[in-house]
């Protein structure tokens, strides 16, 4: 955590608690990078301000914004969403993983995602990057199909107070991100090292 509040990037998601505007980033970041979402997420909030402008939207419309970003079917889901959540819940977003995954589009992740990264709940969000961070350190020889055992891991880590379980979250997504690629893990100037089983073994 230490290690993320000195090289953690300023992202504009990482800069507001407001629930629709983390689960717009969230359904963007699905399979696209980061660097390509920063400027459709800014333009996309232009135009859908809060849920309600969203909802209010003809899908045609939606679709546009979302152009050149791919996986259509995202938009899709993020507008369905918008439509039930204020016809259903006066616009007011759950702020539980369970309830949150009952919406159009949520998996797990970005359940745990919203949960954690808007209410700051104390909830594993275990994305691509988070599952390679915790095999590596934990479970290296972790067969494929144990992701419930990485989840586990997970939720075991988060700590309890809610700003740090955000905080949490946010730095081993990072790490995942910018040390402990899937390209290279880069160990040596890794912060948690000294508890990584992958780490302990690289000279
Ligand atoms: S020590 Fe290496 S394998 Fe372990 S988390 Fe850091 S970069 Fe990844």
Do not use: K
């Amino acid at each position: 955590m230490r290690w993320f509040r000195r090289h953690g990037r300023d992202l504009p998601w990482r800069r507001t608690r407001d629930p629709y505007r983390i689960l717009v980033s969230e359904f963007m970041l699905q399979q696209t990078q980061v660097g390509r979402v920063e400027g459709y997420y800014a333009r996309f909030l232009d135009r859908y301000p809060d849920i309600q402008a969203l909802a209010g939207a003809p899908p045609a419309a939606v679709r546009e914004s979302w152009a050149g970003l791919g996986y259509y079917r995202r938009a899709a889901n993020l507008h369905r969403l918008a439509r039930e959540v204020v016809r259903d819940r006066g616009g007011v977003l759950p702020s539980e993983p369970e309830e949150l995954r009952t919406l159009p589009g949520v998996g797990p992740y970005t359940a745990g995602a919203v949960a954690t990264f808007a209410f700051e709940r104390r909830t594993a969000a275990v994305d691509t990057n988070v599952a390679r961070v915790i095999r590596r350190a934990f479970h290296p020889r972790l067969a494929p199909s144990g992701s419930r055992r990485v989840w586990d891991t997970a939720a075991l880590l988060v700590p309890r107070a809610g700003s740090a379980a955000w905080t949490f979250n946010q730095a081993i997504m990072e790490l995942g991100a910018l040390v402990c690629t899937a390209r290279v893990a880069r160990c040596g100037e890794c912060p948690v090292r000294t508890a990584c089983a992958t780490g302990r073994r690289t000279r």
